[in-house]
Each structure stands twice: as C-alpha cells, then as structure tokens.
C-alpha cells in the first residue's frame, strides 16, 4: 500500500496565497496611523517638525496604494518578489519618517518590529532574513542620523546617550528574537496543518476502501434482476432447442453460467451483512492483517501472545476499524523498514488494557529524538546511506505520525522507546533489540466481546 506523498509546503507556496487587497487595507491602517500622529504632534503638543517632507512621506504610500488599487484587481494574489517588494517599502517608508521626527528619540521606533513580524509568518525564511537585515541596518541609521524633535519653545526633545543605546541594543535584540520566534511558531503550525491535511486524506482512502464491500452488496442486488431474466430466458430457449443439441448445448451452458453468477453475487452481497469478520475479528487476526503486507520483505516478524487475564486465555474481539488496522500497519511498516532481521510483535491483555507492543533489531531512535517521535515532518532515524529504505517518506516522519493520529483517536496510547533504555516496558525485550512501540488502549474502549457478553446477561431469560 502506497503512502500519502504529502510535503510541507514551502515558505514560498505559503506567500503566494496573500491577496494584494489584505496588503492594502493594512497600508491604510498604516497611512491613518501615521497621519494622526504627525497631525497631533504639531496641533496638540505643538513640535516643530519638517512637517512637507513628512506629508511627502505619507504621501509616498498613499499614492503606492492608489497605483497598486487601480492598476491591478484587489483579488490578485501576490508572488515571493511582490510581496517582500510592498513590506520593504513600508520599512524604508517607516525608517524614513522616523528619520524626520527623531529617529529612536521617538517612541514610534518600535514599529520597526512590525514589517519583520509580519515577514516571519507570511514569508520566506529569505524574504525574513532581508527584511531583519534591513531593519537592524535603518535601526543603526536612525540612532546616528535624524532630525531632532524640536517643542514650540525650541527646545531639542533628546534622550541621553545612554537611552539611545539601549533603545538600539533592545531593537535589534526584539528584531532577531521577535523574527525567530514568529518564524518558528508559524513553521510549527503549518507543519501541523499539513500533516493533519494528509491524516484526512488516509482515513478518507481508507474508509473508502472499507465501503467497497458495501458497494459489492448493492451491485449483486442489482445484477439479480438481469440475472435471473437471463436464466428464464435460457431456460425457454433450452426447451424448444430440443431438436437442436449443439444448440441445446449452448443454451444450458448460458442457463449454468447464470446460475454461477447469481451464488457468487449472493455470497458477496451476504459477506457484508452476514459475516461478523467484516465488521469484528479476534485481536490477534487484526495484528496480523495489519502486518501481513509487510510479511514477505525479507525479514522475519515473530507474533507471540501473553494474556495475563487468568481464564482469559482467548484473545479480545475488537473492531476491524480501517484507523486501528493502518495504524498498526504503519508502524509494523516502519520497525520492518529498519530493522536488521526481525521484527517481535507481541499483545498483551489484562482486565483493564489491550497493548501492542512493536519491536525491531535495527539501529533504534536517535536517543535526542525520542520526545519528538511521532510528531510531523521530524527526520528520519537511520543513517543516509539507507535513502532507498523508505522512499515514500524521505525522512519526514510522516507516516508515525498519522498513525500516531489514528490510534490515539480511538483512545490509544503510544510510548517510543529504545530496547536499550525502555525501562517502563513490563519484562524486558528480545536481546539487541532496537525500537520500541507499545500502544495501549482501555480494554473497555475496544473489547466487543465483553460488551456482548454484557448485553447476554442483560437479556430477560425465557421460560
């Protein structure tokens, strides 16, 4: 069975889906903003700016919005270049006027953070990496050139020199950690909505796979009627072709074939109806169709049992759910993917807990990894030498994780380990054993045949 190949889309992707019309409402924003406080610094606290050339600014970004509103349709949705084009314009706007009304004597120089911000999640790691080179370079720029905020008295409104290094140390410490931070939480989040994306499209598959043989059932009632026309049809024709035996021949033929075809139609239609293993089977028959595509790829897979129920001795019925059955086949695939020779599956079931416990002899998890096993797009665990191993996934980590998914939706619990340090294991491995994965569920959540036998009890009994 084939994997989802399924990618983290590129920063690149990402800054394609960002429409020109969002640019531009926010440049409004911006344009108001900064038109308020220029308007209120002369008419309420009465400083002395270069109030033509600040106008000149503003109005450098009105007019880029009028030319970018007409020119192009709002819904249009901006490239990498365009969009990293319109947010260092708005830098280099923004550094301009706070050039012109104090530089980082203004308390507005904080807003240097908010074209960097907006790069880290919306952009690029290339796209961020200019815009904070460019932010560090104007924040330099401003301490050591501008123009001075000047009150109605004349008086020059300036910080100490102290002040003014720290305000450019604390701005360049905010631009790199604000940038790494944002950067790395929308990589976080979109790594998520992808791998939840291709989780979707599995269980859709296989739900899709799982209804077949309901499809299967309504074909053979409605292949029934044209079946049963054919067989009266043969039959009639078999009567008058008495004085015709080859042709007599032929029509008991085709009056056979029908008979054929309408038993196999009728056992396909009652397979899904009637027979209980298309909807429950034994624990240990689900492990092993779980497994069973990976059976005959050169390494041996020991399935052993341990009920520790006293009397218990059969294996649970549980259901033959498509998330528990490419769950476990997920992780089966990947302990044979790295394993050296074998692979040990083993189930356990106690009164309260089903386990399923996944070993291998390969190399084992990377020890730095293991509390991020199962999380999506994380790299692979054996070396690059084994690059042909698992061509699917190229080492994203993807295929644990939708297992991972899977399982634990059905109330399932995972815990990765190593056959060197797994001490929480009850008993210990096989000797040079390498990965370990025990799922463990509530026996209440999955055993069929305690609620049966619950529902016998209840039943009223009969004289």
């Known amino acids: 069975m084939t994997q989802p190949d399924i990618r983290p889309l590129s920063g690149r992707t990402r800054a394609s889906w960002i429409r020109l019309r969002t640019m531009i409402l926010l440049r409004w924003f911006a344009i108001m903003g900064q038109l308020a406080a220029v308007t209120i610094a002369q008419w309420m606290f009465g400083l002395q700016l270069a109030f033509g050339l600040c106008y000149l600014v503003i109005g450098a970004s009105v007019v880029g919005n009028l030319v970018a509103g007409f020119v192009f349709p709002q ?3 901006l490239t990498e270049k365009e969009n990293l084009a319109m947010v260092l314009f708005d830098l280099l706007q923004l550094t301009a006027l706070l050039g012109l009304t104090g530089g980082l004597h203004n308390p507005f120089a904080l807003l240097l953070l908010a074209p960097v911000t907006i790069s880290a999640t919306a952009l690029s790691l290339r796209s961020t990496l200019v815009l904070g080179a460019t932010a560090i370079v104007a924040a330099s ?18 910080l100490p020199r102290i002040f003014v290094f720290g305000q450019w140390i604390a701005l360049l410490i905010a631009i ?27 269980l859709a598959r296989e739900q899709k796979l799982s209804d077949l043989s309901g499809v299967v059932a309504a074909a053979a009632h409605e292949l029934g009627t044209p079946l049963a026309t054919i067989k009266l049809a043969s039959t009639e024709l078999l009567g008058e072709l008495e004085d015709r035996p080859d042709l007599a021949d032929d029509a008991a033929l085709i009056s056979d074939q029908a008979d054929r075809c309408r038993d196999i139609l009728r056992d396909m239609g009652r397979s899904r109806k009637d027979d209980p293993h298309m909807q429950r089977a034994p624990l240990t028959a689900v492990i092993k169709e779980a497994a069973e595509p990976h059976l005959c790829r050169g390494k041996s897979v020991i399935f052993s049992d341990n009920p520790m129920l006293v ?11 498509p998330e528990i ?14 394993a050296e020779t074998t692979v040990w599956i083993e189930t356990e079931w106690t009164a309260d807990n089903i386990s399923v416990r996944i070993i291998d002899d390969g190399p084992g998890f990377p020890p730095q990894d293991l509390g991020r096993i199962g999380d999506p797009f994380l790299r692979r665990r054996s070396s690059p030498s084994d690059a042909s191993a698992r061509p699917a996934y190229e080492g994203m980590g993807l295929g644990l994780f939708i297992a991972k998914t899977f399982l634990e939706r059905g109330g399932g619990r995972l815990r990765f380990a190593n056959g060197s340090d797994s001490g929480w294991l009850r008993g210990l491995p096989p000797a040079g054993s390498g990965a370990v994965v025990e799922v463990v569920w509530p026996r209440r959540l999955l055993d069929l ?6 529902a016998s009890e209840n039943q009223p009994q009969t004289a």
């Open 311 to 321: 009397g218990h001795g059969r294996p649970p019925t549980i259901p033959r759910r």
């Open 449 to 454: 045949g305690a609620e049966d036998a619950m």
């Open 176 to 202: 790199v950690f604000t940038s790494a931070y944002s950067r790395r939480i929308t990589s976080e989040v979109h790594s998520m909505a992808d791998a939840l994306s291709a989780t979707q499209m599995v």
């Open 141 to 158: 720029v401003l301490a050591l050139w501008h123009l001075p905020l000047v009150t109605e008295s004349g008086d020059a409104l300036e």
């Open 75 to 77: 819904n249009k949705r």
């Open 325 to 338: 059955i490419y769950g476990l086949r997920n992780l089966v695939q990947n302990a044979v993917d790295f």
